[in-house]
C-alpha cells in the first residue's frame, strides 16, 4: 500500500477516532428472530461503541479456496442453512454494500491475491446479528471471506493490514463460535445458559484466560492446546474469526468478554470487544 493509497482511503471515509473490533458468537441462526439474553448482548453492544460509516465482516460461513471480499452495491441475504422454520427464511437484512470499501480492502491486503466477488451476498453469520445492532439496515455492510487453505498464523497477520480501517470509521466484526463442535451438541440443553460438557467448560475456561491475558500466540496454535482444544474446534471455520479480531488488537487497547457462556454443551457464545 503506497501513499496514494491512503490518500485515496482518506477521500472516501472520513477520519474518525479509531473504531472498536468485535468477535460475536453467532449460534444458532434462530437468534436472528429470537430476543434472548444473547440477542440482548448484541444490541447492548452497538450502544457502547461509535455508529460505524461502514461494517467489514469475516463469517465463518464464507470459507473458500482464496481470498473474496464482496463489492457489490446491493448485497443479497443469504439463507443459508435448512430445517428452520419459514420466518426466519422470510427475513431479509437490505443493507447496502460499498463497493468503495471492497476495492480499498483489496488494496489494504496486497500483496495477497483478494479477489472482488459480485455473487455473495451476506450470509447469516453476518445478518443475523447485525441486524440486532443495527435494525434499520442503514449502514452498508462488506464480508471478507477466510481461506481455508491457510494457516492461522496467516489469517492473524492478514488482519492487521486492515487496522487503517478503523481509522475511517469502519466497524470490523469477526463472526463465529470460539467453541464450536455440532456433533456433539445436548439437544435437550440447546437453549439453557450455562450448559456445557466438561471439556467445553475446560476449553472455554483456557481461552479466556488467554485472551485475557494477550496470549494470543497460543489461540493462533489452538491444534497444540490439547484434547479439550481439539474437541472446541473441531474444525477452523467458526474460529478464525476470533484470529482476525485479535489480530487487530494493538498492545495498548483493553479486550473484554460479553455473551459469555456455554449452551447445548458444546457451543460457546462468548463474544469480544477490543477498544
Known amino acids: 500500500m503506497n501513499l496514494n493509497d491512503l490518500n485515496q482511503i482518506s477521500e472516501d471515509f472520513q477520519k474518525t477516532p479509531k473504531m472498536p473490533v468485535l468477535f460475536l458468537g453467532h449460534g444458532s441462526p434462530m ?36 481470498t473474496f471480499v464482496t463489492a457489490m452495491q446491493h448485497p443479497k441475504t443469504i ?34 491475491l483478494v479477489e472482488e466477488d459480485h455473487n455473495w451476498g451476506l450470509d447469516h453469520g453476518a445478518w443475523s446479528v447485525v441486524r440486532h445492532m443495527f435494525p434499520e439496515a442503514n449502514i452498508p455492510v462488506i464480508q471478507l471471506s477466510i481461506d481455508y487453505t491457510k494457516s492461522p498464523q496467516y489469517h492473524f497477520e492478514l488482519a492487521q493490514r486492515l487496522n487503517k480501517l478503523r481509522e475511517k470509521g469502519i466497524l470490523i466484526i469477526g463472526s463465529g463460535n470460539i467453541v464450536h463442535n455440532l456433533r456433539m451438541i445436548d439437544w435437550q440443553n440447546i437453549n439453557t445458559v450455562g450448559s456445557g460438557w466438561d471439556w467445553a467448560i475446560e476449553a472455554r475456561e483456557k481461552i479466556n484466560h488467554w485472551l485475557m491475558d494477550g496470549d494470543f500466540q497460543k489461540l493462533i496454535d489452538y491444534q497444540k492446546q490439547g ?29 473484554s468478554l460479553f455473551n459469555d457462556a456455554l449452551i447445548g454443551g458444546s457451543l460457546s457464545m462468548t463474544s469480544v470487544l477490543v477498544h
Open 31 to 66: 437468534n436472528a428472530i429470537e430476543d434472548n439474553v444473547f440477542v440482548q448482548g448484541f444490541r447492548n453492544i452497538s450502544k457502547e461503541i461509535p455508529t460505524p460509516n461502514a461494517i467489514l465482516c469475516v463469517s465463518a460461513h464464507w470459507f473458500t479456496e482464496g
Open 227 to 255: 484434547t479439550s482444544l481439539q474437541y472446541a474446534v473441531p474444525s477452523p471455520d467458526h474460529f478464525l474469526p476470533l484470529i482476525y479480531t485479535l489480530g487487530l488488537k494493538d498492545k495498548s487497547e483493553n479486550l
Open 79 to 112: 439463507h443459508d442453512f435448512y430445517g428452520f422454520p419459514k420466518e426466519l427464511f422470510d427475513v431479509e437484512y437490505p443493507a447496502s454494500g460499498s463497493p468503495e470499501l471492497a476495492h480499498k480492502t483489496v488494496e489494504l491486503l496486497s500483496p495477497a
